[in-house]
């Protein structure tokens, strides 16, 4: 069974830039698919950056394209989110997620990952 263990988040201030980090460990028959979710308070959890495995193609969630980049380290098993030009918005808990079920998921429904990491907050100051 894959288990996902996210760190990286922290407080910054507005502007800022950060990384985390979602290192996954066990055994999965396969990858589809890995997705970076978030989930301030009172607010639903919403997508924020997938990377299909096969191809390494990223998607992005509008609010943060341009400003988050996804990527991947093989070797490691580990997958990145690094976020730039911050904004108090991008307060929430972001959660790792891995889908090992789906071929092929729809990457911004967060129902198509059935792997979840523990979640890592990250609080930007304005």
């Known amino acids: 069974q894959v288990q996902l263990v996210e760190s990286g988040g922290g407080l910054v201030q507005a502007g800022d830039s950060l990384t985390l980090s979602c290192a996954s460990s066990?055994?999965?028959?396969?990858?589809?698919?890995m997705g970076w979710f978030r989930q301030a308070p009172g607010r639903e959890r919403e997508f924020v950056a997938a990377?299909?495995?096969?191809?390494?193609?990223?998607y992005y969630a509008d609010s943060v394209k341009g400003r988050f980049t996804m990527s991947r380290d093989n070797g490691k098993n580990t997958v990145y989110l690094q976020m730039g030009s911050l904004k108090p918005e991008d307060t929430a808990i972001y959660y790792c997620?891995?889908?090992?079920?789906?071929?092929?998921?729809?990457?911004?429904?967060?129902?198509?990952?059935?792997?979840w990491g523990q979640g890592t907050q990250v609080t930007v100051s304005s």
């Open positions: 066990g055994r999965a028959f396969s990858t589809y698919a």
């Open positions: 990377i299909r495995w096969s191809s390494g193609t990223t």
């Open positions: 997620a891995a889908n090992t079920q789906i071929r092929f998921p729809t990457m911004t429904l967060d129902r198509h990952y059935n792997i």
